[in-house]
């Protein structure tokens, strides 16, 4: 779960902004459901967090803060490519370096990551356990003026051989020495702490896009029933008109899996793929190949099909390209929901009301809220859906603002910043401009002025160029 992060000096985000998930302790015993507590700790850590802003107010940007420090973690970039870092362009702090600090929980254990970055190098970064009000340091690494990276290990009591090895190398300049280590090692050779760190930048930090689709939807309605019986369920619960969903599945020869792809796209896929992997090409909206390749390769196409009733009892089956693209949009989100059933993850989704109905959007929080009974699963999502500011859904911390101020930095704050009282219609307040984060349209009026009292005139057409 993310407990903090800060960032600063990256696209509209100009001075240090923090979204903190702590609960605050004001709110006493308010919806006690939606905390999971801090092992070891007095504090509480919320489940949820919903940012509100206007158009171009930069909520999107923090969520793509939250993607560059999780690439910065694990990928390797190639030797003099620079670091991709966007800084903040309408002041004079474009060429110092950006920072960036995510606290989360791993497990049972607290971990900080971050760094700082220019345009052509990682300039600092740090790991620490958190214990309490103590900072335990795994790792420090800076970069010298001179380009030398310098890695300080003295905090991993139990690394082995190689990675301290590897430390005494630093890697480039412009990758995070956690992404060599992953690069370099194998697993056993990372120690407990720094696996664990590695894992959740891979599997538990998951980021979805206003336009991001789940890749791997066809086979996981396929191959699971149990989840094909869920999304069909929960489709259905939501009045989309999906009676249920049924998925073709064929095995399909090479040739014809050459005459629907270029033919540099299948060898590229086949020469890249490991024994016992597969892979996942999206063809449309309702169809996906999925390859396979075990002592040989096998090759299926996947076509999702959304039921339909008839007003005689009958059923009449829809591709998945057919339905509205609300549905399609809420059927690539309802693998979080049943993913957070079973795992600890965090889903950051930014913009959830694409395309969705405002009681859908609220109801699909709701569910969360309500079945997210264990482990540690967070939803943090950016919205303009002024209905899910209630404080019958959330509690007060979990509500976030953001907005430009008139140099065009982002500030984020909560909604904890005010006075409100709990009976407070929250929603009527924030489009009243209460709370900010809301758009200014100035006079519009005007730029119809000179123009609504004119007559209509006949148009005429242009006189011909002389000669």
């Known amino acids: 779960m993310i407990i903090s992060f800060s960032v600063s000096n990256f696209r509209s985000l100009h001075g240090e902004q923090t979204l903190s998930m702590v609960a605050s302790k004001r709110l006493g ?48 970039r190639k030797k003099n490519t620079g670091t991709k870092r966007v800084s903040f362009r309408l002041g004079a702090v474009q060429a110092e370096p950006s920072s960036f600090d995510l606290q989360f929980m791993a497990g049972e254990k607290l971990y900080r990551f971050g760094f700082k970055v220019d345009d052509e190098r990682i300039t600092e970064e ?37 990675l301290r090895a590897l430390a005494t190398v630093g890697g480039p300049t412009n990758v995070s020495f956690l992404a060599t280590i992953r690069a370099n090692l194998k697993a056993v050779d990372y120690g407990d702490d720094v ?26 309605l396929a ?33 014809q899996l050459r005459s629907v792809l270029p033919e540099a796209v299948v060898t590229d896929v086949l020469k890249d793929l490991e024994e016992n992997e597969s892979t996942i090409i999206q063809l449309g909206e309702d169809s996906e190949l999925l390859i396979e390749r075990g002592k040989e390769h096998h090759f ?32 690539h989100l309802i693998p979080a929901l049943h993913y957070l059933q079973k795992q600890d993850a965090v889903f950051v989704i930014d913009e959830i009301d694409r395309s969705m109905h405002p009681m859908l959007v609220w109801k699909f929080l709701e ?27 959330l509690r007060r911390d979990e509500i976030w603002f953001v907005e430009k101020d008139r140099n065009g930095a982002t500030t984020l704050y909560p909604l904890t910043d005010f006075k409100v009282r709990q009976d407070l219609e929250i929603r009527k307040h924030y489009l009243q401009g209460r709370f900010g984060a809301v758009p200014f349209l100035g006079n519009l009026e005007r730029l119809t002025e000179g123009t609504k009292n004119e007559p209509d005139r006949p148009s005429q057409a242009p006189s011909p160029s002389p000669g």
Not at 146 to 156: A, P
């Open 367 to 393: 569910f969360f809220l309500n079945d997210a009974t264990s482990g540690q699963r967070q939803i943090i999502v950016t919205t303009h859906e002024s209905n899910l500011l209630d404080l019958e859904l």
């Open 126 to 162: 740090w790991l620490a356990e958190v214990k309490g009000e103590r900072l335990i340091t795994l790792y420090e690494r800076v970069t010298r003026p001179d380009g030398e990276v310098v890695v300080d290990t003295s905090g991993f009591v139990k690394a082995g051989p190689k």
């Open 300 to 331: 299926y196409q996947i076509t999702i099909h959304a039921a339909h009733q008839r007003g005689d009892g009958d059923v009449t089956s829809f591709n998945l390209a057919e339905e509205s693209d609300g549905t399609k949009r809420l059927l």
């Open 223 to 255: 191959d699971n029933t149990e989840f094909a019986a869920f999304a069909g369920d929960f489709l259905k619960h939501a009045s989309t008109g999906v009676d249920h969903l049924h998925v073709d599945k064929k095995e399909i020869t090479e040739e």
């Open 29 to 76: 015993s308010a919806h006690e459901d939606h905390l999971v507590r801090i092992p070891g700790g007095n504090e509480s850590i919320l489940k949820t967090a919903v940012m509100y802003g206007a158009n171009g107010a930069g909520k999107s940007n923090l969520f793509r803060a939250l993607d560059y420090t999780r690439s910065v973690a694990l990928r390797v």
């Open 195 to 220: 696996a664990a760190v590695i894992r959740w930048f891979e599997h538990s930090l998951k980021l979805v896009t206003p336009d991001s689709t789940f890749s791997a939807l066809g086979p996981l």
